[in-house]
């Protein structure tokens, strides 16, 4: 995945610092050092009222939920804005406009501090136009920050709509928000996995990328499939290596030999004694709506050990 490189945490989370600044002292204090991870499974009623206010197409419901004072700010397609009336009235449009289904997929979520709440999101949607069922999808995140009690949307962006197409992977029914550790976990990660490794002589599957990146979610339930979980588990241990805005664990990319402007995901093989024994070097993964079932397989088998010993 090359496109949609978001930049989410740090340029919206600045967008909202007027507001989370305005809280306490008391609040400030108990802020952490680095971002908590919500659990895989969670929910955020202000998300879910959000998503049901653009299947109903309902602006003034959608309206309620953005931030006024001061005025959320959007970066669309079209450039920023600070235009209280401009997201609330693209989402309702959907509605007039056809829409049948609305999916919404939490990539990733952070809680950056207390009152403060981050998401990286993908809607699927479907439309019925006079041409028949379109299927589309979009990109966003958006930042909440909760004030007196209520939550707003303090800043958002998204891409345009785009044609959703098919994968010839299985895709997860949930992303895990949790698949890409902080990228200061990964030689520790790394670590372990070789420790493991001296011990069951399997090889060690680096694969970089960040919970951002639909087709690193995409992968990592090919990964745990039914024709492609034995063969994972018999011969890899898996480490998931987060690559931040393509701006994190570059020493790692380097070592390993993952050019990132080829996108993401992309995967090494390392030996039990950390010698690295191939890297994917032409984006060969980046896309899963490229590769099928038969070349996961096909590159796990071909870089398993050869005379593992059980």
């Known amino acids: ?30 802020a952490k050092r680095t971002s908590e991870k919500t659990a895989p499974s969670f929910a955020f009623e202000p998300l879910e009222n959000w998503k049901a206010a653009v299947v109903s197409g309902n602006k003034a419901a959608l309206t309620a939920l953005y931030m006024t004072s001061p005025a959320a700010r959007a970066k669309t397609p079209q450039g920023e804005t600070l235009d209280p ?30 009152g403060v709440k981050a998401f990286v999101l993908r809607y699927e949607v479907k439309l019925q136009t006079r041409a028949g069922e379109k299927s589309a999808v979009i990109s966003g995140s958006q930042v909440w920050v909760q004030r007196l ?22 895709e997860p029914a949930k992303p895990n928000t949790q698949l890409y550790p902080d990228p200061e976990e990964a030689p520790a990660e790394i670590a372990a996995a070789l420790a493991a490794a001296t011990k069951d002589h399997k090889r060690i599957l680096l694969v970089f990328g960040g919970n951002w990146c639909y087709d690193c979610h995409v992968l990592d339930a ?9 063969l994972v588990n018999e011969n890899y241990h898996v480490v998931h290596i987060s690559v931040g805005n393509y701006d994190k664990n570059l020493d790692l990319t380097k070592k390993y030999e993952i050019p990132l402007e080829k996108g993401v995901p992309s995967l090494a093989v390392l030996d039990p004694n950390g010698k690295l024994v191939v890297s994917q070097k032409k984006g060969e993964f980046e896309s899963t709506t490229r590769i099928g079932p038969e070349d996961v397989v096909q590159f796990l088998k071909q870089w398993k050990p050869q005379h593992r010993i059980s």
């Open 1 to 30: 995945m090359k496109t949609l490189r978001f930049t989410w945490i740090a340029a919206l989370f600045l967008c909202a610092m007027p507001v989370v600044f305005s809280q306490t002292a008391s609040q400030m204090a108990r």
């Open 222 to 230: 090919a990964f745990h499939s039914k024709l492609i979980a034995p």
């Open 149 to 170: 009690g209520d939550w707003r949307i303090a800043s958002s962006q998204r891409s345009d709509l785009a044609e959703n197409a098919p994968r010839r992977l299985p």
């Open 85 to 114: 009336a401009e997201e609330p009235a693209f989402w309702s449009s959907l509605r007039p406009a056809g829409l049948s289904r609305f999916d919404l997929e939490v990539l990733e979520a952070k809680n950056v501090q207390p």
